[in-house]
């Protein structure tokens, strides 16, 4: 019948086991389906900012099934093998502190290896005295227990400060209930009572345990026919055995296997206010004050946590774990208005600003001075804030200097009566030129200044082309590096410095030059040519 049992409890332990496996995954602090309806209000405000703790999840329930050995602490020595079983189901109402309700049922034997001399009267109750003994004996029992308790567990070890989370978990448990006990004794046999086998156990019984004890095992069947002796009518009833308060208190230790499953040891001793679980009232000597029995149930267990949209058990997770990841990466952070560096007050702060400009100047987005009319007067100090383009250059005030309309503001210019225009080379006079390293393509420092002067004058020149010319044509490569010469001149005045190709005319591998200069002068009028060439020798172009 136990083999059955055992059976059962194992192929539930297996199928529950099954069941929870099938759904592992846990949410977050900011999964809103976790969070009990009558708790959103907090956790909206909590996700607004406006609230600075988390509502608190909701958290599945544990079941649990466990397995152990039951054992009376009484008068009659107990047997250590006395099996017994337990059910309990468990909710959290923190991260500390949760409840259970455990149901236990079990079996717990005893065998006294000493002798008991002293019988009290049939009318007592006392099984032996009630079987017709009427010398000594040696008391035995069996007992069947159950208890339904409801218990306050407080766990040890979850909340921590330097870990995360903890795969075991330790735990303490008190709790109170009612105990139903049945105890019954073996004190006959098929033939009657063991008086005479009694008897002939040989050998001094207090002092040879070990041959006392093989030779009960030897006299004594297996069917506790007799009922022990109990409360009667003082006692209360429940399914056939008396019924009795009782207070429990235990330790335990459960390691997770993962999210829904963890195994868990458990050792519980229970205190009831009767002294009749093992069937025998402290009574040797005549000594008739009770001394109340306990039992201690040690067991091994497997517990499933249950619930959809809910986290763990709150005895399993760290409420500082949720603290600390906000500390190393805020969710939502509430910044001071940072305050930044602006030495000059023009509005612009210094990591952005390309120039200490004086007060009271305007400045464009990058801090440097605004500079309507691109006379190169910034417009603080421009006299003149729009000077036309064919009145520059002007002098320190931003003021220009305009051609003369007529020939008696001008008669240097007065040719037959009419005012003659200055040509473009006479505008813009003698432009510089531009060296690069032997054999090199390169532009450096200096000739990036230079080109910087020559634009500055084709701006102040607006209507005037310039021709870019490079020198040496011997062989293929000078060619292509006179080519490169003029392309990297035109593509540094056109990309760096704004001038439209339009107004550059690419001339290469001319002769009575120096090879590593490129030389600009004004166009001609009518002196036109293309702004763009091929490469004469692609496979010989110089790489920067």
């Known amino acids: 019948m136990a083999s059955k049992k055992f059976s059962l409890l194992l192929a539930l332990i297996c199928f529950t086991a099954m069941s929870a496996f099938a759904q592992v995954k846990i949410g977050t602090y900011y999964d809103s389906s976790q ?89 007592s109750g006392n099984p032996w005295a009630v ?14 227990i159950q208890d339904l308790s409801l218990q306050g567990v407080v766990s040890f070890n979850n909340i921590r400060f330097h870990k995360s ?34 008897r002939s156990i040989a050998g001094d019984v207090y002092k040879d345990r070990k041959n006392t004890l093989k030779a009960l095992k030897k006299v004594l069947d297996k069917t506790y026919e007799s009922a022990a002796e109990n409360g009667g009518t003082t006692r209360p009833e429940l399914f056939g055995g008396t019924l009795t308060s009782s207070v429990s208190l235990g330790i335990g230790l ?48 497997l517990n499933i946590n249950l619930g959809s949209k809910a986290v763990e058990p709150l005895w399993w997770m760290n409420p500082l774990d949720y603290a600390y990841s906000e500390i190393r990466t805020p969710r939502l952070m ?31 987005s990058h801090g440097v001075s605004r500079d309507t009319d691109g006379d190169g007067v910034p417009d603080c100090k421009d006299k003149e804030l729009i000077t036309p383009t064919n009145c520059q250059p002007v002098d320190a005030d931003g003021v220009g200097k305009c051609p003369c309309p007529t020939c008696e503001n001008c008669p240097d210019l007065c040719k037959g009566g009419t005012i003659v225009e200055k040509t473009c080379a006479e505008k813009m006079g003698s432009l510089p030129s531009i060296s690069f390293k032997a054999g090199s393509n390169k532009l450096s420092d200096d000739g990036k200044a230079v080109l ?22 011997s062989n293929k490569k000078e060619q292509q590096l006179s080519w490169d010469h003029v392309n990297a001149v035109i593509n540094h005045l056109v990309d760096k410095e704004g001038i439209s190709k339009d107004r550059l005319i690419f001339n290469y591998a001319q002769e009575g030059g120096d090879c590593n200069t490129v030389d600009l002068h004004a166009a001609s009028d009518g002196e036109t040519g293309p702004n763009r060439v091929d490469p004469p020798h692609p496979n010989l172009m110089k790489k920067n």
């Open 35 to 123: 969070i009990p309806k009558k708790r959103m209000p907090q956790h909206s405000e909590f996700l607004n900012g406006t609230y600075n703790f988390p509502a608190k999840p909701r958290d599945q329930w544990e079941i649990g099934i466990k397995g152990g050995l039951l054992q009376v602490n009484g008068d009659i020595p107990a047997k250590i093998i006395s099996p017994g079983f337990g059910l309990h189901v468990r909710k959290a109402f923190g991260y500390v502190f949760s409840m259970r309700l455990e149901y236990m049922n079990g079996f717990a034997q005893g065998l006294n290896w000493k002798r008991t001399s002293f019988l009290p009267a049939a009318s």
């Open 131 to 144: 079987a017709g003994y009427n010398s000594s004996y040696y008391n035995n029992y069996k007992a069947k």
């Open 165 to 198: 989370k903890t795969g075991i978990n330790f735990y303490g448990f008190a709790g109170i209930g009612g105990t139903v006990y049945n105890t019954k004794v073996n004190a006959r046999d098929g033939n009657g009572t063991y008086q005479t086998a009694f």
């Open 254 to 301: 459960a390691l997770k296997i993962n999210n829904r499953v963890n195994l868990a040891l458990e050792d519980r001793i229970t205190f009831v206010r009767d002294d009749l679980l093992d069937g025998q009232r402290w009574a040797e000597k005549g000594d008739l004050s009770p001394h109340f029995d306990t039992y201690n149930f040690m067991s091994a267990g």
């Open 334 to 364: 509430r910044l001071p208005k940072p305050v930044l560096p602006d030495s000059d007050g023009d509005g612009v702060t210094d990591q952005f600003d390309q120039e200490q400009t004086p007060a009271g100047c305007p400045v464009d």
């Open 452 to 473: 910087a002067t020559a634009a500055a004058t084709m701006r102040n020149n607006p209507g005037c082309n310039v021709v870019v010319v490079g020198y040496c044509s």
